[in-house]
Protein backbone atom coordinates (compact mmCIF):
# COMPACT_ATOMS: atom_id res chain seq x y z
CA UNK A 1 0.00 0.00 0.00
CA UNK A 2 2.92 2.47 0.64
CA UNK A 3 4.46 1.85 -2.66
CA UNK A 4 1.38 2.86 -4.59
CA UNK A 5 0.92 5.73 -2.29
CA UNK A 6 4.90 6.60 -2.86
CA UNK A 7 4.02 5.89 -6.98
CA UNK A 8 0.80 8.32 -6.96
CA UNK A 9 2.69 10.88 -4.80
CA UNK A 10 5.58 10.86 -7.27
CA UNK A 11 3.48 10.95 -10.90
CA UNK A 12 1.21 14.06 -9.10
CA UNK A 13 5.08 15.66 -8.19
CA UNK A 14 6.31 14.90 -12.00
CA UNK A 15 2.58 15.80 -13.54
CA UNK A 16 3.04 19.23 -11.76
CA UNK A 17 6.83 19.93 -12.85
CA UNK A 18 6.08 19.36 -16.26
CA UNK A 19 2.81 21.96 -16.22
CA UNK A 20 4.94 25.08 -14.64
CA UNK A 21 7.72 24.13 -17.00
CA UNK A 22 5.25 23.89 -19.83
CA UNK A 23 4.04 27.75 -18.30
CA UNK A 24 7.10 29.19 -17.94
CA UNK A 25 7.99 28.31 -21.66
CA UNK A 26 5.01 30.19 -22.97
CA UNK A 27 5.12 33.26 -20.23
CA UNK A 28 9.36 33.14 -21.43
CA UNK A 29 8.16 33.14 -25.35
CA UNK A 30 5.71 35.63 -24.29
CA UNK A 31 7.83 38.25 -22.76
CA UNK A 32 10.63 37.92 -24.97
CA UNK A 33 8.23 38.75 -28.15
CA UNK A 34 8.84 35.35 -29.95
CA UNK A 35 6.00 34.78 -32.52
CA UNK A 36 5.91 32.06 -35.00
CA UNK A 37 5.05 33.69 -38.32
CA UNK A 38 4.38 31.92 -42.08
CA UNK A 39 5.46 32.66 -44.87
CA UNK A 40 4.68 31.94 -48.88
CA UNK A 41 8.48 31.10 -50.40
CA UNK A 42 9.25 33.84 -52.79
CA UNK A 43 6.36 35.76 -53.02
CA UNK A 44 7.21 37.73 -50.34
CA UNK A 45 3.34 37.64 -48.88
CA UNK A 46 2.55 36.12 -45.65
CA UNK A 47 0.51 32.92 -45.06
CA UNK A 48 -0.80 31.56 -42.03
CA UNK A 49 -1.63 28.51 -43.92
CA UNK A 50 1.88 28.38 -45.19
CA UNK A 51 3.69 25.05 -43.80
CA UNK A 52 6.76 27.03 -43.34
CA UNK A 53 7.74 29.12 -39.97
CA UNK A 54 10.22 30.77 -39.20
CA UNK A 55 10.42 32.55 -36.03
CA UNK A 56 11.40 36.24 -35.24
CA UNK A 57 11.91 38.79 -32.30
CA UNK A 58 12.74 41.73 -31.42
CA UNK A 59 16.03 42.65 -31.05
CA UNK A 60 16.15 46.75 -31.80
CA UNK A 61 17.04 46.27 -35.58
CA UNK A 62 14.91 49.05 -37.36
CA UNK A 63 16.58 49.65 -41.11
CA UNK A 64 16.30 47.34 -44.22
CA UNK A 65 19.38 46.51 -44.22
CA UNK A 66 19.19 44.58 -41.22
CA UNK A 67 16.86 42.16 -42.24
CA UNK A 68 17.00 39.01 -44.03
CA UNK A 69 13.71 38.55 -45.83
CA UNK A 70 10.44 40.09 -46.57
CA UNK A 71 8.27 37.66 -44.00
CA UNK A 72 11.37 39.37 -41.23
CA UNK A 73 10.93 42.61 -41.92
CA UNK A 74 6.80 42.77 -42.54
CA UNK A 75 7.20 41.14 -38.59
CA UNK A 76 9.57 43.35 -37.26
CA UNK A 77 7.43 46.27 -39.19
CA UNK A 78 4.06 44.88 -37.12
CA UNK A 79 5.37 44.06 -33.90
CA UNK A 80 8.40 46.20 -33.23
CA UNK A 81 8.60 49.67 -31.98
CA UNK A 82 11.08 52.30 -33.73
CA UNK A 83 11.34 50.82 -37.09
CA UNK A 84 12.02 52.57 -40.01
CA UNK A 85 10.99 50.36 -43.24
CA UNK A 86 8.26 51.83 -44.72
CA UNK A 87 8.89 55.47 -45.81
CA UNK A 88 5.74 55.66 -48.29
CA UNK A 89 3.96 53.98 -45.00
CA UNK A 90 1.67 51.65 -47.22
CA UNK A 91 2.51 48.79 -44.73
CA UNK A 92 4.65 46.74 -46.81
CA UNK A 93 8.56 47.34 -45.67
CA UNK A 94 11.74 46.94 -47.30
CA UNK A 95 9.85 47.65 -50.82
CA UNK A 96 13.49 47.78 -52.98
CA UNK A 97 15.26 45.43 -50.93
CA UNK A 98 12.80 42.34 -49.76
CA UNK A 99 8.81 42.87 -50.31
CA UNK A 100 8.82 43.62 -54.07
Not at 30 to 53: E, F, N, P, V
Not at 66 to 73: G, H, R
Amino acid sequence: MKQIVLIVIVVVIGWQAHARFQSARVNAATTHGTTDIASRGGSGALSADSTASVQFRCDGRTHCSQMTSCAEATYFLRNCPGTRMDGNNDGVPCEQQWCK
